[in-house]
């Protein structure tokens, strides 16, 4: 249905859309039902996207195409950016400019690419870069926020919305299937760890957690730091097997996760990623007031607390908090939850 959306713009008319994500790689995910509402909303029109560095390797996870531009940390500041947006050539004739992060730096990019309509919240002095502008949502989180952004600028409401991910089918290395094409194929359990110096830190709770596990499959997945982290695990004299798989092959890690019966992580991005590609996940994280909700994802996280060398609360899906006293306590949870 058009809609008629001012400045003599109606959202048939509509062609280029650019959006300007957040910084942090963790948050990407959050930002995914304001994309997927996007699309749906704006079907015709090619939906262009600026990243920092690092933060490209969520897209690949997405159940259909957009363009992703990474900016080089190097021009992250306001000349870097000038430059940046001037070279871009595969960008231009922009209609709609979405600005979720928020910063004065994200409203000047709109105004370098001289888009017909800037949108985005107020902060400080961006407002005046931007030509639809709203009052700052700083107690929503920014899932919500950026939701609310295309609510506002669309005059279209999403309350029903619901994000499913469709799994991946595509068979990877002979030697990978393998491992799940036997007759009564082992349950695994995919654990991600992708920052090194977390698993240094909570070396002590993983030791704790593969040992109460017995004769367990487990494939663990690391996209950097692999010999460092893959002699930690070693050094653990588990009673598990353990395969080990390491690189950026995102066309693996969508096998492995259409195949696992549940995820463990250290790390917020690939619990995105589990959420949003629709797998039970646990992750261990130290405490903090600020998570994403993921509302709008089928699948939500389950959260297990800890000071580093112990757990202390679990949090399932529904939000509800148990205490633990061991990590036995949590395996007896993942046993339930993962079904193995």
Not at 225 to 233: D, H, K, R
């Amino acid at each position: 249905m058009e809609r008629t959306l001012g400045l003599n713009m109606t959202t048939n008319e509509i062609q280029k859309v650019l959006v300007k994500f957040p910084r942090k790689k963790e948050e990407i995910f959050e930002c995914f039902p304001f994309l997927i509402a996007l699309s749906e909303s704006l079907p015709k029109a090619e939906i262009n996207i600026v990243v920092e560095e690092g933060c490209m390797p969520a897209f690949s996870f997405l159940p259909f195409k957009v363009r992703v531009f990474q900016r080089p940390k190097l021009k992250a500041n306001l000349p870097g950016t000038h430059q940046f947006c001037a070279n871009l050539i595969d960008v231009f004739n922009i209609d709609v400019y979405f600005d979720l992060e928020g910063s004065f730096n994200s409203a000047f990019m709109g105004f370098n690419f001289r888009a017909k309509e800037r949108v985005g919240y107020e902060e400080g002095w961006n407002k005046y870069l931007l030509n639809r502008k709203y009052p700052a949502m700083p107690s929503l989180n920014l899932e919500s926020r950026s939701l609310l952004l295309l609510e506002k600028f669309l005059n279209q409401q999403y309350n029903d919305l619901k994000i499913y991910v469709r799994k991946d089918s595509s068979k990877p290395e002979e030697k990978l299937e393998a491992l799940f094409s036997a007759p009564e194929a082992p349950k695994f359990i995919l654990v991600m760890l992708n920052d090194f110096h977390s698993v240094v830190k909570e070396v002590e709770i993983w030791k704790q957690f593969f040992d109460c596990f017995e004769n367990q499959n487990f494939i663990v997945y690391a996209e950097s730091n692999q010999n460092a982290i893959s002699e930690i695990l070693h050094k653990m004299d588990t009673k598990n097997k353990l395969y080990m798989h390491y690189g950026e092959d995102y066309q693996v890690l969508k096998y492995l996760l259409s195949k696992v019966s549940g995820v463990v992580t250290n790390n917020l991005w690939a619990e995105g990623l589990s959420s949003f590609y629709g797998v039970d996940v646990v992750s261990l994280l130290e405490k903090s007031d600020n998570y994403p909700s993921y509302q709008y994802f089928r699948y939500k996280p389950n959260r297990v607390f800890h000071d580093k060398k112990k757990l202390e609360i679990f949090r399932n899906a529904l939000g509800e908090d148990k205490n633990l006293a061991e990590v036995n306590q949590l395996v007896d949870e993942m046993h339930l939850l993962f079904k193995l």
